[in-house]
């Protein structure tokens, strides 16, 4: 799989990006337990190629332990890899302070093996007040620091609102940006942010392309859209969208992937894959062939969402 730049950091990595969350074991979410051998075999699997990016997190419970097993089984990371983490404060507490985002880079570097990270983000920074963060003893002081002292080779932030995700890119101190669900079929309104992102430099990774399962198994069988409730009007859109699929035989699934994949301004996009298997299978939603025509009727219903819709949550990137 060819390589794309991840903005300015000297770095590159697959269009598609491991996303671990569902590794960790959270039925509450996904509504499956993933049992340790699981989650161990799919980042060994993720590790024999052909991707070379894993995204994960500090709260993605028990994820970055498991990753850290599969490591050791494989004898490290591999050289061209990228492995990305986030820092969040403990589990039940909203603390992410300056201290705390050294005590998650800690425990990740732990739970992972490794004498320091490539790439760590702050995690949901909508949970927490902007000008703490940006204080003196602050997040983002520490996560300068830390970059500086040579712990982390690059940082950035993994969020949600556009608009808070863009006062942090015009600190001008961050190399990378994780925006979920804002760059689907459904929604393109992280556009701004990709634009500011591109202009600046910056790496631009998409998570969450079926919008949580919506653009995967249809409105029907999942009627939430970014882990709410969706609007009639945007499940119809929906329909709209799968019916059009169905007449030329691709997967809505594939759509939704190959949106993403094909901005020339996102360098990864992250898709969450729990078993082994659904690395082939995500590789052939890639890999599907999408006749112009479709693109013509699927771009027309996207559109409506280029300014965004109003099911948004707060919840964590899937």
């Known amino acids: 799989m060819d390589k794309r730049p991840l903005g300015n950091t000297g770095l590159s990595v697959t269009p598609i990006c491991e996303g671990t969350s569902p590794l960790g074991n959270f039925p509450a979410q996904y509504g499956y337990e993933v049992g340790e051998k699981q989650a161990v075999d799919t980042i060994l699997r993720i590790l024999e190629g052909p991707l070379n990016f894993i995204d994960t997190s500090n709260n993605y419970f028990d994820a970055e332990r498991r990753i850290g097993i599969a490591l050791r089984e494989r004898g490290g990371l591999p050289e061209d890899f990228v492995l990305a983490t986030k820092v969040d404060p403990e589990h039940g507490s909203t603390d992410l302070s300056g201290t705390r985002a050294r005590a998650s880079v800690q425990e990740s570097l732990e739970r992972l093996g490794l004498d320091h990270l490539q790439l760590v983000f702050i995690h949901d920074p909508e949970l927490h007040d902007f000008d703490q963060a940006t204080g003196p003893g602050g997040v983002v002081e520490a996560m300068v620091a830390m970059q500086q002292e040579g ?117 990864s996009t992250i898709v969450g894959m729990s078993t082994p298997e659904r690395l082939n299978q995500t590789l052939a939603l890639a890999e599907a062939h999408i006749p112009d025509e479709l693109w013509s009727v699927l771009d027309d219903l996207a559109r409506v969402g280029r300014h965004g819709i109003e099911e948004h949550s707060s919840q964590t990137l899937s």
């Open 151 to 267: 712990l982390i080779d690059h940082i950035g932030v993994a969020g949600g609102p556009i608009d808070l995700m863009l006062r942090y890119v015009e600190l001008g101190v961050f190399q990378a940006v994780v925006s979920h669900n804002r760059y689907t079929l459904v929604d393109q309104s992280a556009r701004p942010l990709i634009d500011a992102t591109d202009n600046r430099g910056m790496a631009f990774i998409n998570g969450a392309p079926y919008g949580g399962g919506m653009l995967v198994k249809g409105p029907d069988e999942h009627p939430n859209y970014c882990y709410s409730p969706a609007s009639e009007a945007t499940k119809d859109r929906v329909r709209q969208m799968q019916d059009a699929c169905r007449q030329y035989d691709v997967p809505l699934a594939a759509a939704a992937l190959q949106f993403s994949l094909r901005e020339p301004a996102i360098a």
